[in-house]
């Protein structure tokens, strides 16, 4: 099998995410140093606090301050900190119920080594120097071993409340197209387009993905298709995109190229936009260096019969 | 309307730690075909279609529908998807042929982990406000759970190692990994690697049918008598991490407590969770527990618990079986529980 391409792939999403009430009151608290729980109506105090009773699913709101102490209700080592955790040298992962609570925070604990960890050991917040109203306004938890934190009565009404936070995703793949996608993409370096024919249905793809969607087997047999093609439909593009060097309005198509029975797309060039009409007959233009076709120009030839096309709509 | 729905067939390809060679679709096309296969039955009989499958694992959006080029979706069929495990799109199958709106179901899920850092993809399936900002991995959630049942009693790292080395001295073929595999060091303390799923790539499908197209298509249906599958809160603080009620209480609805079970086939990635099954399912020494060498065998992320199911009832359908019990999870520390009992006709 010849080898497959593959390529880093970053997905970043800065998902803005909004609070409620109860989460804008716990993330302003830890802004201010302050931390609140929510009251159910048995009596617990919830911490982090939520808007709705787990069990009951009743709505809550009494938002109540406990300690910034508190103990260990289950810990885990973490010799190798991954990229985005809250400490990079090796530290406990730890499940606190500070004072005055009846849950379990997630956080980690900034200890020397597994024997300074034990389930019931005594615990404070140490806070994050700059605070913007998120969890990590908590910069981790350490050792303690001093009296039991008084807890300020608090109504969690700030001045400047945070209403949202900014979520950071960023994940990091290798993306390989797999064996289909790679020749496809390997011939276009060499400025041919090949596809791939379904043994059932005889129907050439391109690009090929390896299966006929109509018959769900496997293709191989590589066809060479092109270069010429024919527009099927096409519409015309009125808004600029983002990081897109290309002006408006232009036209972008559904192109079948000769051989193929199923159209690609692509963008017109070499014509006005209002003159590109179904049947035209293009071929690719590649730019230097270009691994695959900038846009497709008009061949010159008279346009194709509608009949030749009609099932590659 | 009281229908009976068996699975019918299973078949799930070999996990495999890379299969960068193949799309995601060349990989699941063979299982589609070893399964329908089974039956003789083509796309176009096929009633329903439900699938499982996770866009961050690709880090595609709607990577789903590339993967429907398998099934053959033209003519247009009845087709669904659970972005989670195939066992809840097994779910999904069955109560749309309990509504007798299909006579037959194709279920099928697949992962690729490999792309990715899958211990980091995970964390975005946590709580965004409170707990993602951290990225606690997933090994680091399954080790708090441990520890919290090591400190209750419940387990000790030696009864976790002997989970992991029963699960692999199974004779699986498709398995990940088989035979003795060394302990190893702790990945994150009490886990060890031993105690961790292997991450691999794969996929799975059964055949559901009902009534007597199920005896048509298959000599000894895989009956299912109760599915349920039930969640608990996300916040790991809120819930004892040393027991699954939610488990426990979709075994209820199921029926698993109303007669014992002679094989249980458990989603559970990791050893210290078995702990937790055991108890929450009331599982004793007279239940085999994973013949098939579970999770810590092969794990392909949406795709083991569907196989779950898959592998309990290829145990009846070769008379290996007369009632079992099958268990997916989805979610940190055990969070979301899908349990079945599945039973053969009597002999």
Known sequence: MPDVLKAPLVVEFPFTRSLGPVQSAFLTGLRERVILGVKTRDGRTLVPPVEYDPVTAEEIRDLVAVGVTGTVTTWAWNHAPRRGQPLDRPFAWVLVKLDGADTALLHALDAPGPDAVRTGMRVRVRWAEERTGAITDI???EPYDGDDSEVAVHAGEFEDPVHGIVAQARLDYTYSPGRAQTAYINALAERRAVGERCPSCRKVYVPPRGACPTCGVATAEQVEVGPSGTVTTFCIVNIKAKNLDIEVPYVYAHIALDGADLALHGRIGGIPYDQVRMGLRVEPVWTEGGRYPDHYRPTGEPDAEYDTYKELL | MTRDIAVVAFAQSDTLRSTEEVSEVEMLMPVLHDVLAQTGLKTADIGFTCSGSCDYLAGRAFSFTLALDGVGAWPPISESHVETDGAWA???????????????????????????????????????????????DSVALAAL?????????????????????????TDNPRAQLKGPVPQGDYLVRPLRTGDCPPIGDGAAAVVLAAGERARALCERPAWIRGIDHRIEAHSLGVRDLTDSPST?????????????????ELHAPFSSQEVVLRKALRLDDSTRVNPSGGALAAN???AAGLARIGEAAARIHRGESDRALAHATSGPCLQQNLVAVLEGDPR
């Open chain 2, 248 to 264: 426990r209480l979709a075994a209820e609805r199921a029926g698993v407590f109303e007669r014992p079970v002679d094989t249980a």
């Open chain 2, 90 to 136: 097994l779910y999904e199958a069955w109560t749309k042929l309990l509504s007798g709106d299909a006579d037959t179901a194709l279920v099928y899920s697949y992962g690729k982990s490999s792309p990715g850092s899958l211990r980091d993809v995970l964390t975005r399936q946590l709580d965004p406000y409170y707990v993602a900002p951290l990225w606690p």
């Open chain 1, 139 to 141: 910069a981790c938890f």
């Open chain 2, 300 to 302: 392909p992320m949406m």
């Open chain 2, 145 to 169: 759970q441990a520890q919290a049942l090591i400190d209750a009693g419940d387990t000790d790292e030696r009864e976790l190692a002997a989970i992991g080395a029963r699960s692999r001295s």
